[in-house]
């Protein structure tokens, strides 16, 4: 049975091992979790060092901690990515992931996309041989039946996330809901990706493919650097 989270110390020491490799005049997209957050914590420590890097952050938790960590940011619409750091839910071999745990995975799939360099930080607890987990898929409010029916057409059984202390579902940052969608393991990830992605409605799936370029995986005594 996989584990469901990983020590501090194996989150920090991933993040903190990323966060070395922005070099001065680099936008950096920051991105959004536990593992992300030490990451920008320690590229805050190094701006505070004198590095010259501009953010872009993934979600309204990562502006507030980028802000909060005294990282100058900036947009895609006047920056393109140079490095993106991100975190993932699941990484499964030549860094096919699921994203999507904290609702963030639109716009964390637009800043990763658009970097020249995609690395993610993750603990062992989330390295897995096929992914497994359920595939968040965020979709426009009004398209919720439509796309309970298509993933239910392709597989899958969606659940729509419910918030926690409020009654009604999860909101986006973006204004939409998700729907966790179980399929099991997931033996083809390229194709049930453009299954979701061409279903009308969805405004972004989970599914991460073709997309990373190195894994730092973080322990409770150092860190391993895997290219994808």
Do not use: W
């Not at 729907?179 to 992605?197: H, I, K, N, Q, Y």
Request: charged residues 30%.
């Amino acid at each position: 049975m996989k584990q469901t989270g990983g020590s501090d110390e194996a989150k920090r020491r991933a993040g903190a091992s990323a966060a070395q490799l922005p070099e001065d005049g680099d936008v950096v997209g920051v991105g959004t979790g536990s593992t992300a957050a030490y990451a920008i914590r320690t590229l805050g420590e190094r701006v505070d060092a004198g590095l010259d890097i501009r953010g872009i952050p993934t979600s309204y938790q990562s502006r507030a901690l980028a802000r909060e960590a005294g990282i100058p940011l900036t947009t895609l619409d006047d920056d393109s990515v140079d490095i993106a750091i991100d975190g993932a839910d699941q990484v499964a071999e030549a860094g096919t992931l699921v994203k999507g745990g904290g609702a963030a995975h639109a716009r964390e799939k637009l800043v990763d996309t658009d970097a020249d360099r995609f690395v993610v930080v993750a603990d062992p607890t989330k390295l897995v041989e096929q992914l497994d987990v359920p595939v968040p898929v965020e979709l426009l409010p009004e398209a919720r039946r439509p796309v309970i029916d298509a993933v239910e057409q392709a597989g899958g059984k969606p659940t729509l996330r419910a918030a926690k202390r409020k009654d009604g579902p999860v909101v986006t940052d973006n204004g939409n809901f998700v729907l966790d969608c179980a399929f099991g393991t997931v033996d083809d990830p390229s194709g049930l990706a453009r299954t979701l992605e061409t279903t009308p409605g969805v405004v972004e799936h989970g599914l991460f493919v073709g997309l990373v370029d190195e894994v730092h995986v973080g322990s409770e005594d150092g860190v391993e650097r895997r290219e994808c």
